[in-house]
């Protein structure tokens, strides 16, 4: 089914409107460029899109634009102007805007993950698949349409706009975001200081702060603050690296994003952060380190060395944690843990049919889902819904990976991205709201594209092969090697 939506859905135009188009700057195409341009347009297509380089110029593509990087800004705002009844948000408004927008000009794009499509389209088709069985044999066939069009428009329809967005744009897309969550932070950290809660709720809304004092921001809820601030420090490093950001600003917003976390207080945020960041410094220049993580550890540790104060429930949920090398004494994980030995219990009697789309909720004896998306899925559809998600998580990895042989620098980022995704689904039930699954699709279509924007910075060099000269050292003809150019 969801196959045949992307069909239907998908428009690969025979105008050459999904081809890249001729580079300007210091992409240009040379003259005698035939030869180049075929490479480029299979460069593209291995991408999975985002290989169209050249600046806007339709007005659809204006249109597109500018509504992208302000979708990319709100999307972490999740609980501000959204709309329960639907689970939509000002972003996803926007996203819907953008979509409309392509299929109009010149439709998307079916090849969002690149060499492994297929396998992506198929996961998400065994994913509902065993859901919509479940739900049908439990007769209760009504949820299952609000949690497969959820899905479907944040893992299908959201990744091939990406797709077919040119390198510049997803580049602002990036910094918008970058900029949303620092704004998200920045806002929600006053608020806390200079009022109580009670005004904080009666003024703004509740979820803001909850009521032990962790930070929810725009997000809502901590947990879900903390793990958008990681995303934006994994975009924030790539754009200093990519060079499209500069250190100047980077390093302030680097500091509002990382005191957000703390006042998340979210010790999965805090572990997620040293693992992923620590990823992509180890593959980076040492110029990368001095230029964006040395200053930021300077003014950290000049903060804590001078006593600065640091909110008590970080050091209840997180710092106690860390220095006890206990995870029970971080926050609900006993809690947590329960849940999913109850779930790990209930599998057996779900593997062939599952409970259907939030069934598990009706069926566990403590009236919530699993916080642990594997369990969950397992139980709501079954094994093929779990297969379903396993095969979806290896082509996102696998994709990352076809990334990362183009371009180290996008991969390892794509990569560090994955991780957190991935860490993150340990914990967590269903995770099709796009502040979880936006940021991943937004950093693999970003990595696509400057790998295929990479890969048309790698000149030929001659290399002679000296072996089969002749006599008279006439006759040689060179051989070629691809080095990639300096810088």
């Known amino acids: 089914m969801i196959a045949a939506m992307a069909a239907i859905l998908t428009q690969i135009p025979e105008d050459g409107a999904q081809r890249p188009e001729v580079l300007r700057g210091p992409f240009r195409m040379p003259s005698r460029g035939r030869t180049l341009g075929r490479e480029l347009e299979r460069a593209g297509e291995r991408s999975g899109g985002g290989a169209r380089f050249s600046a806007p110029a339709s007005p659809y593509d204006r249109a597109i634009g500018f509504l992208l990087p302000a979708a990319a800004f709100f999307l972490s705002w999740w609980q501000v102007g959204r709309m329960p009844a639907f689970n939509l948000t000002m972003s996803d408004i926007i996203l819907i805007l953008c979509t409309l927008l392509m299929l109009v000009s010149r439709g998307l794009n079916a090849r969002m993950m690149g060499r492994v499509s297929v396998l992506w389209v198929g996961g998400i088709a065994m994913l509902l698949g065993g859901m919509l069985v479940g739900s049908t044999m439990h007769g209760d066939f009504a949820r299952w349409p609000v949690v497969a069009g959820q899905y479907a428009f944040a893992l299908l329809l959201i990744p091939m706009v990406l797709a077919n967005c040119s390198l510049a744009m997803l580049r602002k897309a990036a910094v918008a975001y970058i900029w949303g969550v620092a704004v998200s932070q920045a806002v929600g950290i006053t608020l806390v200081n200079l009022f109580s809660r009670d005004l904080i709720n009666q003024y703004v809304n509740k979820y803001v702060v909850t009521g032990n004092g962790r930070l929810g921001a725009f997000t809502g809820e901590p947990n879900s603050n903390g793990a958008v601030c990681v995303f934006a420090l994994i975009f924030l490093l790539h754009a200093v690296i990519g060079k499209y950001l500069r250190p100047v600003v980077a390093v302030p917003l680097a500091l509002v994003i990382v005191a957000g976390m703390v006042y998340s207080a979210s010790f999965t945020a805090f572990s997620a952060t040293i693992l992923?960041?620590?990823?992509?410094?180890?593959?980076?220049?040492?110029?990368?380190?001095?230029?964006?993580?040395?200053?930021?550890?300077?003014?950290?540790?000049?903060?804590?060395?001078?006593?600065?104060?640091?909110?008590?429930?970080?050091?209840?949920?997180?710092?106690?944690?860390?220095?006890?090398?206990?995870?029970?004494?971080?926050?609900?994980?006993?809690?947590?843990?329960?849940?999913?030995?109850?779930?790990?219990?209930?599998?057996?009697?779900?593997?062939?049919?599952?409970?259907?789309?939030?069934?598990?909720?009706?069926?566990?004896?403590?009236?919530?889902?699993?916080?642990?998306?594997?369990?969950?899925?397992?139980?709501?559809?079954?094994?093929?819904?779990?297969?379903?998600?396993?095969?979806?998580?290896?082509?996102?990895?696998?994709?990352?990976?076809?990334?990362?042989?183009?371009?180290?620098?996008?991969?390892?980022?794509?990569?560090?991205?994955?991780?957190?995704?991935?860490?993150?689904?340990?914990?967590?039930?269903?995770?099709?709201?796009?502040?979880?699954?936006?940021?991943?699709?937004?950093?693999?279509?970003?990595?696509?594209?400057?790998?295929?924007?990479?890969?048309?910075?790698?000149?030929?060099?001659?290399?002679?092969?000296?072996?089969?000269?002749?006599?008279?050292?006439?006759?040689?003809?060179?051989?070629?090697?691809?080095?990639?150019?300096?810088?």
């Not at 992923?276 to 060395?305: D, E, H, M, N, Q």
Request: glycine share 12%.
């Open 276 to 487: 992923s960041i620590g990823f992509v410094l180890a593959f980076s220049r040492i110029r990368t380190v001095i230029t964006i993580a040395l200053p930021v550890l300077i003014v950290v540790g000049a903060y804590v060395g001078l006593g600065g104060p640091v909110p008590a429930v970080f050091e209840q949920r997180v710092g106690d944690a860390v220095v006890s090398g206990d995870p029970t004494k971080a926050g609900t994980f006993v809690g947590r843990s329960v849940l999913i030995q109850e779930a790990w219990e209930m599998s057996g009697d779900n593997l062939l049919i599952g409970l259907g789309s939030d069934g598990y909720r009706k069926a566990s004896v403590y009236g919530m889902p699993v916080h642990q998306l594997y369990l969950l899925v397992l139980n709501e559809g079954g094994i093929v819904s779990f297969l379903g998600l396993s095969l979806m998580f290896a082509a996102m990895f696998v994709h990352g990976i076809f990334i990362t042989g183009r371009s180290r620098t996008d991969g390892v980022s794509a990569l560090a991205i994955l991780g957190v995704f991935f860490i993150y689904a340990m914990s967590l039930p269903h995770m099709f709201a796009r502040m979880w699954n936006g940021p991943v699709m937004l950093m693999l279509a970003l990595a696509a594209a400057g790998a295929a924007a990479s890969a048309l910075t790698t000149v030929r060099r001659p290399r002679w092969n000296n072996r089969h000269l002749p006599a008279d050292g006439q006759g040689a003809q060179p051989e070629t090697e691809r080095t990639p150019e300096a810088g």
